[in-house]
């Protein structure tokens, strides 16, 4: 027979041991449910009827480092219809009108830029020719942070600028992809054959097309990195609804005005700053603000706009700023 004591031990032990299999059998619950709305959800995003929430998706996926975890999903067919447009989708040339050398115009302007989807800052620099491109100082090895760049060329400004390899997954950003041209002096890249460039003119005019590194030097480029697509021609949007989608994600962009100001854009997104943006976002955001040209930069965590020793657009990287091969940076005023 038991004591009181021992019956008072032994109801407790049995109490608790209801209580962790109910604790147990809710997690078990909890779980399933997850599971399920996970699968639910995934099933609705790529199979549903919201063609243009699948096409954001699967086309921010083809274009991450991990395009595996949809390709089990789709037919090669399928995925041909979601294919991003290549950052080569872009013209012979496309080029601000004009000569902007008589400009010596000081001004530079800050636009904040908030939406429900992204937030950002658009920098107008009035004079062009004190936009160039900088490039790491260990080239081939380790990139640099754009605001080491801004800082090493005594400048007051700066955008990360051209795409890089990721040579042996490292992210170091040593070696620029394609043709760099930086204060006329010929960096890196093929010389040969025709590759999509962003440059600019010793005159200050923004050049937007597929060049050799002979008709760029037949243009007086001065400065020049490859990446893309087009975003603006003429005044005119160049990419169109139907073009392949790259997703939401934080982007980067350059343009120019008609009257020569250049247009440097970033657009936040993940964590508490929005969702992201989508190429015909940037496109959109600098069609209001009168760009006649313009082009994408590399996004994501390589996303940021330098001024003034701040931060208008943050790096989304959660390590801090990203090491990149290239950029674009404002000159500052000389005495």
Known sequence: MLSREQEFTRSAMHHTKKRSLRWVRALWIIGALLVYTFISTAALVLYGPFEN????????????QHPFLIEPFYSAETLAKYRPVGLDSMGKGSMSAGNFS?????????????TAKYSGSLLIINDPKRVHVAV??????????????????????????????????????????????????????DQQSEQPVIGMTKEGALVIGKYTYSELQQLGITDAISFGPELIRDGQ??????????????????????????LLLALSGRGNQGIGASLLDCE??????????????DGGYSSELYYKGEFLVTPSNPLGERYVATSFVVDGVKP
């Not at 929430?53 to 991450?64: E, Q």
């Not at 008589?102 to 908030?114: F, L, M, S």
């Not at 139907?242 to 020569?260: C, E, H, L, N, T």
């Not at 959109?284 to 930069?297: S, T």
Request: charge should be neutral; aromatic fraction near 4%; proline fraction near 3%.
């Open 102 to 114: 008589a400009i010596n115009d000081t001004g530079i302007e800050v636009v904040p830029i908030k």
């Open 136 to 189: 790491t100082k260990e080239i081939n090895s380790v990139g640099q942070t754009v605001s080491e760049m801004v800082k090493d060329a005594n400048a007051v400004a700066g955008i990360n600028g051209g795409g890089f390899f990721d040579i042996k997954g490292r992210g170091t950003g040593g070696s620029p992809l394609g043709i760099t041209i930086s204060r006329g002096k010929y960096v890196s890249g």
């Open 284 to 297: 959109e955001v600098l069609l209001q603000n009168g760009a006649d040209v313009a082009a994408n930069l």
């Open 53 to 64: 929430l699948r096409s954001t998706v699967i086309g921010a996926i083809l274009t991450s």
């Open 237 to 262: 949007p160049y990419l169109k609804e139907s073009d392949g989608s790259w997703g939401v994600a934080p982007r980067s962009a350059i343009g120019q005005r008609k009257d020569g100001a250049i």
